[in-house]
DNA sequence: ATTGGAATGTCAACAAAGCTGACATATTAT
DNA sequence: ATAATATGTCAGCTTTGTTGACATTCCAAT
């Protein structure tokens, strides 16, 4: 509503350009996930075991439940994923002090030390991305990426690092 | 080099907000996915479907090899994707004019007809987002996806649409 | 105190979509 | 002629997702 309509500013949103970007979603997450899929299939890893390492790091403690609706897939998807990184000593299940229904999830030594290789490598790429596009690019791409979330999920976002999941 | 060091500049790089960019893809490319993955599930088609459709659209009479490149999976893995889309009547395949041993594909009207439901629903959540974020966050979103990528995906990106791929 | 619901775990079966390896068939290039 | 290329296909395996069913454990409410 009440955007200038010259033809400069309305062509970022023809279809052209939407289809560019979505082109460049798809090419840049490949890019996103490659080192770290790198690492991990030299182990009997995966993608999904990388996704519960990285959040588990990030909100120490979380519940198996809170990991779901992160993660947003089946707790049977889940448990698979978990089992074997507990079975491997990576992961840490604690039964919850208020409530012992609850698992508490939080990463070993070694699963601190593989946590850090992968976000190692994939940090490293993001933060060239960032270094060759800018400040202010770095600002409009974290400004899209938000507006293309799931409301549900854009609250789980802000919500990752806080101090009550 | 030569960045200007400020506390202000250089925080971008840093490991916070670096990690809450990749989670920011992460849950993005989720929103960016749900639509099409919807539509998708009614029918016995797949994301992969989708990624043959899309490319197909976009550079019509490719050859197999040229979307095996884009896409970056093996061949039997295309092949299974690509006989279902044949087989529908959505994908037509052509022996090639000048090589005889390449098939040149294309969408026929059915497949056309599912790929504008497909894309409809994509960009419009794109262009919802891109809207919302403004054309400057747009352009930066632009920048920091290319300089995610793999130099030879990078290349490939910028030959779709192009007369000769 | 019992009952109902929530959180978790586990078993089984299945599907999508990736992979490797092997092999066949045209076709083109050397 | 021979080698390389483009494609297709078969078989088998892996990862990661799905449903459905069922057990356990615990909290909370009647």
Do not use: C
Request: proline letters at 3%; a positive charge; zero cysteines.
């Amino acid at each position: 509503m009440g955007e200038p309509q010259t033809d400069d500013v309305s062509h970022y949103l023809s279809d052209e350009q939407v289809r560019q970007g979505i082109e460049a979603m798809f090419f840049a997450y490949r890019g996103f996930t490659r080192d770290p899929d790198r690492i991990l299939e030299t182990m009997a890893y995966g993608r999904a075991h990388h996704r519960a390492i990285h959040f588990i790091a990030r909100s120490p403690s979380t519940t198996v439940n809170n990991l779901l609706g992160i993660l947003g897939v089946t707790k049977q998807s889940l448990n698979r994923v978990l089992r074997t990184l507990i079975a491997d000593g990576l992961v840490e299940s604690r039964v919850g002090q208020s409530d012992k229904r609850e698992r508490h999830l939080r990463l070993t030594e070694a699963g601190a030390k593989l946590e850090r290789q992968l976000s190692d490598a994939q940090r490293a790429r993001m933060r060239d991305a960032y270094r060759a596009a800018g400040p202010e690019a770095v600002a409009g791409f974290r400004t899209v990426l938000e507006a293309m979330m799931e409301a549900d999920l854009r609250r789980k976002y802000h919500a990752i690092g806080e101090q009550d999941p």
